[in-house]
């Protein structure tokens, strides 16, 4: 089981950055990104595979970036230009799906999970 823990969560006006890192006690060949806004379902924001290919939620392309930072053992999030509709708990996965299947898996899937950090966006 790979321990995860998210940080970098925060409050900002729309149009504003943030960085989300998850400290992880080791990378799987699938790891990703997720979010949950209330009363919605959980949903995909970004996964990477182990040959460090990124497939990203039409809502976010081109906004926000996945990374990995092998030295610190950690996943991070870059994101810019943020919504309001951005607001959501996020949350960092991992998984040990190949490569073909770790873009189109259900986050129901993902066998290893953080706790969350809160974004909040306003207007």
């Known amino acids: 089981q790979v321990q995860l823990v998210e940080s970098g969560g925060g409050s900002v006006q729309a149009g504003g950055s943030l960085r989300l890192s998850c400290a992880a006690s080791?990378?799987?060949?699938?790891m990703g990104w997720f979010r949950q806004a209330p009363r919605k379902e959980r949903e995909r924001v970004a996964t990477?595979?182990?040959?460090?290919?990124?497939v990203y939620a039409d809502s976010v392309k081109g906004r926000f970036t996945i990374s990995k930072d092998r030295a610190k053992n950690t996943l991070n999030l870059q994101m810019d230009s943020l919504k309001p509709e951005d607001t959501a708990m996020y949350y960092c996965?991992?998984?040990?799906?190949?490569?073909?299947?770790?873009?189109?898996?259900?986050?129901?899937?993902?066998?290893?999970w953080g706790q969350g950090t809160q974004v909040t966006v306003s207007s």
């Open positions: 996965a991992a998984d040990r799906s190949s490569a073909w299947v770790c873009h189109v898996r259900s986050w129901t899937s993902f066998t290893d």
């Open positions: 990477m595979d182990s040959f460090g290919s990124t």
């Open positions: 080791g990378f799987t060949s699938c």
